[in-house]
């Protein structure tokens, strides 16, 4: 009992942070049908940002808070740099035009940072919980803790505001958003912008019980985008639910069958979903009127 | 350009300043070519970074001191970040394109294994910085090595336990050459020892999270001590594990993790971790009449003046090779690669970070199980187990 709870601590915890990575997919997917495959380096962002301010001695709190706001600094300036652009280039050219900039990013976090692993001190001390014969670190509480709160945040943002709600417009219908007076050039930024921040927010809390180094983002990111495929690429609670499942099943998988495959869970999944259930657990399968 | 008259200048100026150039490379006598492809980026990057520096530091000294048989050495390094089919195609480009003298390199077993069929093939002496005991098992005729073999660490970590009255481990490994190849080594001498393994888990190379493995584990009827086979941030991530999941049993781990950067990496987790290494990480607690001492300290001290960073065993096993090739040159007076290896093989009595080096025709790599220490992490430093 106490082992299967372990198991589950620790794919809660991981989950927690895919799902933030699916939705921050998701968000972009929907304003403009683009997959961003730059997520992930927004999640090293936020994570080698605030290694390094605290190593040079900043402290915690504030170094977490400039960390996300360097994360959401670069997600725009992506979209402004070389999606923006680009515009007018079918999904596939933007679809691309993100690979290379996730490669770039990397490469300038390389030079810049360099290619050691760093460590970021956990929040609130190190000693761990025991529940039920199970231990829990206090980071990974803030990891479960600062996502039900993002995403609730979020939830209100897009049901409460009417900038949330003009983002939903244009994910449903770009041109009628257009038609009413969207500006849908402004959406497309705002939600490249979110998606940063909630990969930084992601990067800043996980860094502390991983490592951190420049190339972080690559794994993020794939099972990231394998958490939003799951749950159905567009869904906002797919991309969750999908986040959580592929924590607990890389969890569950490598402590009850084998620890050698537990990246293979990810990608079979992808595999599977993309064969038998292209629209994932939430999303409607999609059809083209002629 | 307008005139043709200032275009045949121009270009003439250009030829002659490039031949005279030319003219007074040559009256030199050719440079020693030193190939070296490590992994200075990467997962391995800890391992890499220093033994880049290392030779590099060397190099430049020695060349200052007026080179070696009177000429200078010339280093070529290319970074391979831990890829074992890039290191191939630098090995590749070393041996064909840099026409070098002689190899040091392959910072992983993996990449010392892509790469050694071609210095087999070419007839390159080739010394490797890896550990695993396969590198020099079978003895290959052109490949040498510096590090102690995994099998080494084996022993040494299990001598230690039986002196502690440890007779059930568990083993926790990582997917890399040197990870498995240790992992075998161990299972093979543990009834030596008279040490059962109770729990073997695995991890990937680029896992953040062990938790998992660590609970399986954690439950292993009888279960008494850990060892983890492993270099990067792999034991790092097992390190912290193991103390998250209020883990009190032994944990030990190889000589991959003999940096401080081990430490920094697993912070407090690592107090009471044990490990073997080389004399080289206590360098000033050697006692004067250990034959280390001096060039232990001796490296210490030019590596950390250079550099500003604590040494590693793995700059250290840099140092070995660079100055086993260079006294093999030296004894076979020619870097005719034939007599270099020559030379190489006939090694005896060489101090080096590593050990004492008695090399052999059945022996590529000459340390004894001496030539290793083991060390305990104590307030975030090493210290001698006695």
Redesign the interface.
């Known amino acids: 009992m106490a082992e299967l709870l372990q198991f589950l601590f620790s794919g809660l915890t991981v989950g927690a942070t895919y799902a933030l990575v699916a939705l921050g997919f998701v968000i972009i997917y929907n304003a403009s049908g683009v997959i961003n495959f730059a997520q992930g380096e927004f999640v090293m962002a936020g994570g080698m940002a605030s290694a390094f301010l605290v190593a040079a001695g900043v402290a915690l709190p504030l170094a977490v808070v400039i960390a996300v706001v360097a994360g959401v600094a670069i997600g725009v300036a992506l979209e402004k740099f070389a999606i923006e652009p680009a515009r007018r280039a079918p999904v596939v050219t933007l679809i691309i035009i993100t690979i290379g900039a996730s490669i770039a990013i990397r490469g300038l976090a390389q030079l810049l940072l360099g290619k050691q692993f760093h460590t970021v001190p956990p929040f609130t001390g190190d000693n761990p919980i025991v529940i039920g014969g199970a231990t829990i670190l206090p980071q990974a509480l803030w990891v479960i803790g600062a996502s039900i709160a993002v995403v609730i945040g979020l939830g209100a943002f897009f049901s409460r505001t009417r900038l949330g709600k003009a983002m939903l417009a244009t994910a449903n219908n770009r041109r009628a958003a257009q038609l009413v007076g969207i500006n849908v050039r402004f959406i497309l930024l705002l939600s490249f912008g979110l998606s940063a921040l909630l990969g930084a927010v992601a990067g800043v809390l996980i860094s502390p019980i991983t490592l951190t180094s420049y190339d972080v983002g690559i794994m993020v990111g794939l099972k990231g985008f394998a958490a939003a495929m799951l749950g159905g690429l567009g869904n906002g609670i797919g991309a969750i639910v999908g986040g959580l499942m592929l924590g607990l099943a890389e969890a569950l998988g490598a402590g009850y069958l084998s620890s050698a495959y537990k990246d293979l869970i990810a990608f079979v999944i992808i595999l599977a979903v993309l064969v038998f259930m292209p629209g994932g657990l939430f999303g409607k399968a999609s059809t083209e009127r002629v | 350009m307008r005139s043709p008259v200032l275009r045949a200048l121009i270009s003439a100026t250009a030829v002659y300043a490039f031949a005279a150039t030319a003219a007074t490379a040559e009256v030199e006598a050719p440079t020693i070519k030193i190939g070296s492809f490590l992994s200075?980026?990467?997962p391995a990057?800890?391992l890499g970074?220093p033994e880049e520096k290392t030779l590099k530091l060397y190099v430049e000294k020695l060349n200052k001191a007026g080179g070696v048989i009177g000429r200078k050495l010339e280093l070529i390094v290319y970074d391979d970040a831990g890829d074992s089919d890039k290191a191939r195609t630098f090995a590749k480009r070393l041996i064909d394109q840099d026409k070098v003298d002689v190899i040091i390199g392959g910072t992983t077993t993996g990449t010392t294994m892509a790469a050694v069929p071609l210095m087999e093939q070419a007839g390159v002496p080739f010394i490797s910085l890896a550990g695993a005991v396969v590198i020099v098992e079978p003895v290959k005729k052109w490949v040498f090595k510096t590090p102690h073999t995994d099998r080494m660490a084996c022993e040494k970590i299990f001598g230690d336990m039986k002196a502690r009255g440890i007779s059930k481990i568990g083993m926790i490994a990582g997917?890399g050459g040197f990870d498995r190849s240790m992992r075998q080594e161990c299972l093979k001498v543990a009834d030596k020892y008279g040490i059962t393994v109770v729990a073997d888990?695995?991890?990937?190379a680029?896992?953040?999270?062990?938790?998992?493995?660590l609970?399986?584990i954690k439950?292993a009827a009888g279960i008494q001590a850990l060892v983890n086979p492993g270099f990067g941030?792999g034991p790092?991530?097992v390190t912290k594990n193991f103390?998250?999941?209020?883990m009190m049993m032994p944990l030990y781990q190889s000589h991959g993790v003999a940096s401080k950067?081990f430490i920094?990496?697993a912070?407090?987790a690592a107090e009471g971790v044990r490990l073997p290494a080389s004399a080289l990480l206590i360098a000033e607690i050697l006692p004067t009449s250990d034959p280390q001492r001096e060039v232990v300290v001796g490296y210490k001290k030019d590596y950390e003046a250079k550099y500003g960073s604590e040494v590693s065993t793995f700059g250290g096993h840099a140092y070995d090779g660079l100055f086993l090739a260079v006294e093999a040159i030296k004894r076979a007076k020619s870097t005719d690669k034939g007599k270099v290896r020559d030379a190489l093989e006939a090694t005896k009595g060489y101090v080096g970070t590593a050990g004492v080096v008695n090399m052999s025709a059945t022996d590529h790599m000459g340390l004894d199980l001496t030539a290793f220490r083991m060390l305990e992490v104590r307030k975030g430093n090493w210290t001698l187990v006695k």
């Open positions: 200075v980026t990467g990057a800890f970074d997917a888990e695995s991890y990937g680029k896992d953040s999270d062990m938790t998992a493995q609970t399986k439950s941030q790092a991530i103390r998250q999941l209020g950067e920094k990496l912070g407090e």
